[in-house]
């Protein structure tokens, strides 16, 4: 086997010089001449009737170049899912109803933000408001106010359904009857947000030959391509989405938002470039935030805590379209069966309209909130069996090779090896229950818990696969061209680290083009976890066929087997002459004159579960997720003041199996800003929303973690794959799983040290002081 | 239509060099900058004084530039962060921020590395508190903070070609 010289090494990022000397361009930093500013008006109601919308008065005031409503457009709809069962719900500008305080009502262009605010004063809409609703569960009862109608193929009395997910195997009521224990417990999730820092924006550019360029933050531009197309019913060939730097993402800027429909068509309209950008007041009060989840398991055990049967049901509070709702309680499904065997399964989840924004993924998508009640009702079972934390765990964790209830595989799965290594790491069997049993005289009480979970990387859903193209330059360098899009994960760092190794070129020698739909090739985008997968290996595909490509050529010069040439610094030699040799400069020119002008170029593509046509069912679960999951434990210890009920994360400890890390400093920086945004989830961050209205729509008021805040976060690699030249490789995910598993250790960490079991989060000190009996 | 009050002669220095700049009174400096300037590198990221990313050195000192009136920097020396380049590569803390892996998606990173900078030019071994205390006015989502400790302690350890913060 080849020694590896670039993945698996600590490459530094290749953006980053750009970065930490303020020349990366983001979408807010593109300037164009004549360009105009662009603005939304939004709707004050959770919930109304339109009337009438007059924009004569703003239409006047100099300045205005546009004003669009719905009228101007073609009334195309769109959603995060686009299905046969789900079709798409959402007008980019409202038509007869508002649904949620800022949806999108009217847009302006005007020559400079100070008009576009004047503009807006000056438009008039008359509404009917209409009774609202916005808790789930009183918005399922029959007597709630209609938001939309029950999906029709939902049955039972619920009202303002948008989907369900139901699956199971095995015998639930068998499985519960053979059990020696049995409980049901009920968990809650609050809202939180992504909190990139890059505020969304978008410049859109009509030019004069019918060409729309578009720049946005976003998480991958070919979708941003196909909804934008649709919805203004151009051809893709005449929509162009281009690069730009983006400034974190988290889920959060995956789909079509309004913003970037309305800058499209405004543009269309004035025929100069317009910019838009989204106040931090919009994004935190009408943009679309993660999803809280009420979950309802019911779970039985033998004694030695084998689990026998576990029951599911899962309530989504959607908001007001349909956006990611049922795309989370089908994943919550996926979250609950993929770390533990369980014998008998029922699961139902229903994804429920109300008028608070829409919803959409939120780094984990469900799988923090899915996991912090399965890992704390596993806690409370392996205590009243009297065994510990570990041994339930390792009893009922799946093993390699193990095929999942869905037909998928787990393949290498280190799982076991994780719960093993990190209980010898933190000494988590020795520490656990001294914190209750240190006396309730100590006002400092300490603690230790775990929680495992898994995700996927990469699965079916638009657009599929990646593809990618590397090319030969005449001197011998590289270049790679991706539609992947580095949403600060790393995403062109890795890449280029598989063409490095592949070629044996220096990664600074690589130059990269990316996501541009019109000069890269299309790719499965930076929000599905599949990139180091997905693009991972159509890039190792198309650097493969490049070095096939410069092997033969060598082969043939040299007179040599090509199993006997090595390829070092650009250069092809024979093994054991290192002076028989020739550059890759020399190849390529060879090339050109005795391959038909061939400079040498690859292309590599890739798509996971290639004999799967599609995604499962959303509403059945029945069909292939996906072929790669990770999975990880992780530890948290804390320490908890009884007095203030104030809680600290003193460490955290996360043993994962990512496959093999293609750059363990990147890596790093996915598991310690998880641990962060856990900690965030955990103590800090709520959205707090009164009648559909935001009632801290800033960050002093959502408190995000600060270097203050900073948890001591360590890791442990638990190695399950290789990556070898030439051979196809299957690591796995590290963006999603990580924020998942270490919110559960910490519900669990803070019942070892004071005996009292959350069942909600955030772990705020008021409910833990309830819990010790200090306040009422 | 309000009339707005009339431009106002605004004389400042920024990155060393010497501008005259007709601005209204309501224009902050991080408008003057971004949108006057070109200067693009300055970010922001709330434009209510909450997440730091618009953080600039005014005579060496860092400040919120989205809730400073350009008008109140008149005569006064700012720096962004296209003032550190001096054509030699990168300066002590732009390297060790790279180096420790504490750039990830990068808008919080000038605000970062111009806090820093100004931290160690005032207190070149600050203690793990000091070093808090002076970035904590500074979000990050990416990183969980870890990392970018870690490149202020690089960057403390370290020492540029003439033994300051310049280039490395």
């Keep these: 086997m080849d020694k590896l010289d670039y993945v698996g090494k600590r490459v530094l990022r290749k953006d980053g010089p750009d970065k930490v000397t303020g020349r990366a361009m983001y979408t807010v930093d593109m300037e164009f001449r004549g360009m105009l500013t662009g603005g939304i008006l939004r709707s004050p109601h959770p919930h109304a009737r339109i009337l009438n919308i007059d924009t004569s008065r703003a239409l006047k005031l100099p300045g205005v170049r546009a004003v669009i409503t719905a009228q101007d457009t073609l009334g195309v709809k769109h959603g995060f899912v686009e299905t046969p069962r789900y079709p798409p719900d959402q007008h980019p500008l409202a038509t007869d109803k508002v ?19 004047e503009a807006m004063d000056l438009i008039d809409v008359d509404y009917e408001p209409l009774p609202a609703v916005f808790d789930a569960e009183e918005a399922m009862k029959p007597e709630a106010p209609e938001i939309h109608p029950t999906h029709p193929k939902v049955e039972g009395p619920f009202h303002n359904i948008g989907g369900k997910t139901a699956s199971g195997w095995g015998d639930i009521e068998a499985g519960f009857a053979n059990s020696d224990y049995v409980r049901q417990d009920r968990f809650e999730s609050h809202l939180r947000t992504h909190g990139y820092l890059e505020p969304q924006a978008t410049v859109a550019s009509f030019e004069p030959d019918g060409k729309l360029n578009i720049w946005t933050s976003s998480q991958g531009p070919f979708i941003k391509r196909a909804k934008l197309a649709r919805t203004l019913g151009l051809p893709f060939s005449t929509v162009r989405v281009q690069k730009a730097y983006v400034g974190g993402a988290f889920g959060g800027k995956i789909d079509l938002f309004s913003h970037e429909f309305c800058a499209a068509l405004l543009s269309m309209k004035t025929g100069r470039p317009v910019k838009i950008i989204v106040s931090r007041e919009e994004i935190f009060s009408a943009y679309r935030h ?193 539609g992947a899009m580095d949403i600060g994960q790393g995403a062109e760092t890795i890449l280029s680290q598989i063409v490095a190794e592949e070629l044996k070129v220096p990664v600074d020698e690589i130059q990269v083009t990316a996501a541009d739909t019109e000069t890269t090739p299309v790719d499965i985008g930076s929000w599905i976890s599949g990139n180091a997968y997905v693009s991972g290996n159509a890039t190792r595909m198309a650097a493969g066929e490049v070095r096939k490509k ?227 | ?62 400040i919120l530039s989205c809730l400073t009136l350009a008008m109140d920097c008149r005569q006064k020396k700012i720096q962004t962060i296209e003032g550190l380049d001096r054509g030699e590569g990168l300066t002590v803390v732009q390297d060790a921020f790279l180096q420790q892996g504490a750039v990830q998606c990068g808008f919080c990173t000038p605000g970062m590395v111009l806090a820093t900078t100004a931290l160690l030019e005032e207190n070149p071994h600050p203690s793990q508190e000091e070093i808090k ?20 302690e690089q960057a403390a350890r370290g020492k540029s070609r003439d033994g300051d913060l310049g280039s490395v």
Aim: aromatic fraction near 8%.
């Design chain 1, 99 to 117: 649904r949620f305080v800022g949806e999108e009502v009217v847009a302006v262009a005007a020559t400079d933000p100070y008009v576009v605010e």
């Design chain 1, 290 to 482: 993660g999803q809280p989840l009420i979950v309802e398991v019911k779970t039985g055990a033998k004694k030695d805590g084998t689990l026998l049967a576990q029951q599911f049901k899962i309530i989504n509070n959607a908001g007001a379209y349909r956006g990611s709702g049922v795309v989370v309680i089908f994943l919550a499904w996926g979250f609950a069966m993929l770390p533990y065997r369980v014998a008998n399964f029922e699961y139902e989840g229903y994804s429920v309209f109300t008028n608070n924004p829409i919803r959409t993924p939120q780094r984990g998508h469900g799988a923090p909130q899915l996991r912090f009640a399965v890992e704390s009702q596993l806690d409370m079972i392996a205590e009243e069996l009297g065994i510990d934390p570990i041994e339930i765990r390792m009893k009922n964790a799946r093993r390699s090779g193990e095929q999942l209830p869905n037909g998928d595989n787990v393949h290498n799965c280190g799982l076991r090896d994780c719960i093993q290594l990190i209980d010898k790491h933190t000494s988590l069997r020795e520490k656990y229950g001294q914190g209750r049993a240190a006396g309730s005289s100590d006002r400092m009480r300490r603690g230790i818990g775990i929680g495992v979970s898994s995700y996927f990387g990469g699965s079916l859903i638009y657009p599929n696969s990646s593809s990618v193209v590397v090319k030969m330059n005449d001197d011998g360098s590289v270049a790679l061209l991706t």
């Design chain 1, 550 to 776: 410069l092997i033969d050529l060598a082969s043939e010069a040299l007179e040599a087997n090509a199993d006997d040439l090595i390829l070092k610094d650009k250069r092809i030699y024979v093994a054991g002459s290192p002076n028989r040799g020739l550059t890759y400069q020399k190849l390529v020119s060879a090339s050109i004159q005795e391959r038909k002008g061939d400079p040498i170029i690859g292309e590599g593509h890739w798509r996971t579960m290639r004999d799967e046509p599609f995604h499962p069912s959303l509403a059945s679960t029945k069909g292939r997720w996906s072929e790669n999951y990770a999975f990880d434990a992780q530890t948290a210890e804390v320490e908890v003041d009884t007095e203030t009920g104030e809680v600290r994360l003193l460490r955290a400890v996360t043993a994962h199996d990512c496959g093999f890390p293609i750059n363990p400093l990147l890596v790093e920086g996915q598991i310690d800003g998880q641990v962060s945004m856990a900690l965030g989830h955990a103590f800090l961050e709520e959205i707090m929303m009164e009648e559909g209205r935001t009632l801290n729509p800033n960050w002093l008021d959502y408190r995000m973690p600060t270097i203050h805040n900073m948890a001591p976060s360590e890791h442990i690699d638990v190695i399950t794959e290789k990556y070898e030249v030439g051979q196809p490789y299957r690591t796995k995910e590290v963006g999603e799983g990580y924020v998942s598993a270490i919110l559960g250790a910490i519900a669990n960490a803070i019942y070892d040290a004071v005996g009292v079991r959350l069942f909600s989060t955030p772990f705020s000190a008021e409910k833990i002081l309830r819990g010790l009996g200090k306040i009422k």
């Design chain 2, 1 to 62: 239509m309000e009339k707005r009050p009339g431009k106002q002669l605004l004389e400042l220095t920024v990155n060393d060099e010497f501008y005259e700049l007709a601005v209204e009174p309501q224009e902050t400096l991080l408008e003057v900058l971004r949108n006057h300037l070109g200067l693009t590198g300055t970010k922001e990221g709330c434009g209510t004084g909450e997440c730091g990313t618009c953080t600039v050195l005014m005579e060496g000192e860092p």
């Design chain 2, 133 to 152: 205390k002076g970035l904590e006015g500074h979000l990050c989502r990416c990183t969980g903070y870890n990392k970018i400790f870690e490149a202020v």
